[in-house]
Nanobody, 118 residues
Framework: QVQLVESGGGLVQAGESLRLSCAAS??????MGWFRQAPGKQRELVAR???????KYADSVKGRFTISRDNAKNTVYLQMNTLKFEDTAVYYC??????????????WGQGTQVTVSS
């Protein structure tokens, strides 16, 4: 069983930055990603990175967020710049299973709250 532990959330003002970290208890060979869920909304993919470093972003965060991973440290990061009020959500770290983020073998962190005041 792999554990994912997120950190770095908090309360910031619009325009400011935050960096989220997700430390895995073991090496992750599949893609990893960050999802978020705002109150009353479905969980959505924010950013994804493969083990080789290929990335994918939601249109709403392109140009503002950067995902990266350090395989030696079993850690994935999400650098969030120019935060907006609509970025407010609980952010979850995900390690994909063989068939995607919701497949058998996928793991989730407990979530970290990001609140952006306008």
């Amino acid at each position: 069983q792999v554990q994912l532990v997120e950190s770095g959330g908090g309360l910031v003002q619009a325009g400011e930055s935050l960096r989220l970290s997700c430390a895995a208890s073991a090496r992750i060979f599949n893609a990893m990603g960050w999802f978020r869920q705002a109150p009353g909304k479905q969980r959505e993919l924010v950013a994804r990175i493969t083990s080789g470093g290929d990335t994918k972003y939601a249109d709403s965060v392109k140009g503002r967020f950067t995902i990266s991973r350090d395989n030696a440290k079993n850690t994935v990061y999400l650098q969030m710049n120019t935060l907006k009020f609509e970025d407010t959500a609980v952010y979850y770290c995900n390690a994909e299973g063989a068939r995607g983020p919701y497949a058998i073998g996928a793991y989730w962190g407990q979530g970290t709250q990001v609140t952006v005041s306008s």
